[in-house]
C-alpha cells in the first residue's frame, strides 16, 4: 500500500503547485473543520527535511491560508450576526449562549482566538462567534495572525523533526510527526479541561478555590 501512496506524496511534494495546495487546504479548514489541514502541513514538513519541499514556503503557505479561511469565517459571522440575535430574542438559551461568547471574548479574546487554533473545530467556532458578536475585527486579525503564524510554524516543524529523523524512511518520519501531534493536542485538550474544572469549582465555592470550608475565627474572652 504504501509502495503506492508514497511515489504519489512525493510527486506532489516535488511540484511547484504545492505551496498554492498548502494555502488552499489551510483556508479551506478555517471555514470547513473536516478538511485535513495539519495533515497536510505536517506531510510537507516531513519531505522538507529532505529537501523536496522549502520549509519557509510550507510555513508562509500554511500561515497565510489558515489566516485567509479565519477571515472568511469572522466574515460570515459577521454578516449572520444581526439576524442570530434577532432569533435569539425569542430563545433565552441561544442569546444567553451569544451573551457569554460576547463576554469571553471581551476579556481573553486573544488567548481564546490563539488557542482555539489547536483545537479541531473550535477555530470555526470562535471566528464565526466573534464576528456575530461584534469582536473588533482588527482586533481578532491581530490576534489571527499571531494564531496562524505560530499553528503554521508548529505544524511544519513537527513534520520536518519526523522527516530529520528518518530521512530515508519518510512513512516513518510521517508517523513520528503524527505521534509528536496528538501528543501536543492531546496536552493542550488535558490543560483546557483542568482549567475549566477550575473555574467552576471557583464560581461554585463563592469566588473562592476549592480549599475546604472556611474555619471560624476563634472568639477571645475579655479580661476579667
Given at each position: 500500500?504504501s509502495?503506492v501512496?508514497?511515489?504519489?506524496v512525493?510527486?506532489?511534494?516535488?511540484?511547484?503547485?504545492?505551496?498554492?495546495?498548502?494555502?488552499?487546504?489551510?483556508?479551506v479548514?478555517?471555514f470547513?473543520?473536516?478538511v485535513?489541514s495539519?495533515?497536510s502541513?505536517l506531510?510537507?514538513?516531513?519531505?522538507?527535511?529532505?529537501?523536496?519541499?522549502?520549509l519557509p514556503?510550507?510555513?508562509?503557505?500554511?500561515?497565510?491560508g489558515?489566516?485567509t479561511?479565519?477571515?472568511?469565517?469572522y466574515?460570515?459571522?459577521?454578516?449572520?450576526?444581526?439576524?442570530l440575535?434577532?432569533?435569539?430574542?425569542?430563545?433565552?438559551?441561544?442569546?444567553a449562549?451569544?451573551?457569554?461568547a460576547?463576554?469571553?471574548?471581551?476579556t481573553?479574546?486573544?488567548?481564546i482566538?490563539?488557542?482555539?487554533r489547536?483545537?479541531?473545530?473550535a477555530r470555526?467556532?470562535?471566528?464565526?462567534?466573534?464576528?456575530?458578536?461584534?469582536?473588533?475585527?482588527?482586533?481578532?486579525a491581530?490576534?489571527g495572525?499571531?494564531a496562524?503564524?505560530m499553528?503554521?510554524?508548529y505544524?511544519?516543524?513537527?513534520?520536518?523533526?519526523?522527516?530529520?529523523?528518518?530521512?530515508d524512511?519518510?512513512?516513518?518520519?510521517?508517523l513520528l510527526g503524527?505521534?509528536?501531534?496528538l501528543?501536543?493536542?492531546?496536552?493542550?485538550?488535558?490543560a483546557?479541561?483542568v482549567?475549566?474544572?477550575?473555574r467552576?469549582?471557583?464560581?461554585?465555592?463563592?469566588g473562592?478555590?476549592?480549599h475546604?470550608?472556611?474555619q471560624?475565627?476563634a472568639?477571645?474572652q475579655p479580661?476579667?
Amino acid at each position: 500500500m504504501s509502495d503506492v501512496i508514497l511515489p504519489f506524496v512525493e510527486d506532489l511534494m516535488a511540484s511547484p503547485w504545492i505551496y498554492f495546495v498548502l494555502f488552499a487546504v489551510a483556508a479551506v479548514d478555517g471555514f470547513f473543520p473536516l478538511v485535513p489541514s495539519e495533515t497536510s502541513v505536517l506531510t510537507a514538513g516531513v519531505f522538507a527535511a529532505s529537501g523536496e519541499t522549502s520549509l519557509p514556503l510550507v510555513i508562509l503557505a500554511a500561515a497565510l491560508g489558515a489566516f485567509t479561511g479565519d477571515q472568511l469565517s469572522y466574515g460570515a459571522g459577521h454578516l449572520a450576526g444581526p439576524r442570530l440575535y434577532e432569533r435569539a430574542e425569542r430563545r433565552s438559551r441561544r442569546r444567553a449562549a451569544l451573551d457569554r461568547a460576547r463576554a469571553a471574548l471581551a476579556t481573553r479574546g486573544g488567548v481564546i482566538i490563539v488557542v482555539a487554533r489547536y483545537i479541531p473545530g473550535a477555530r470555526t467556532a470562535v471566528s464565526v462567534s466573534a464576528g456575530a458578536v461584534g469582536y473588533p475585527w482588527r482586533r481578532f486579525a491581530a490576534f489571527g495572525a499571531l494564531a496562524a503564524a505560530m499553528w503554521g510554524t508548529y505544524s511544519a516543524l513537527v513534520g520536518y523533526v519526523g522527516g530529520a529523523a528518518f530521512e530515508d524512511d519518510p512513512l516513518r518520519g510521517l508517523l513520528l510527526g503524527f505521534g509528536l501531534a496528538l501528543t501536543v493536542t492531546a496536552a493542550v485538550e488535558l490543560a483546557r479541561r483542568v482549567v475549566r474544572r477550575r473555574r467552576a469549582a471557583v464560581t461554585a465555592t463563592g469566588g473562592r478555590a476549592p480549599h475546604g470550608p472556611a474555619q471560624p475565627r476563634a472568639v477571645q474572652q475579655p479580661c476579667r
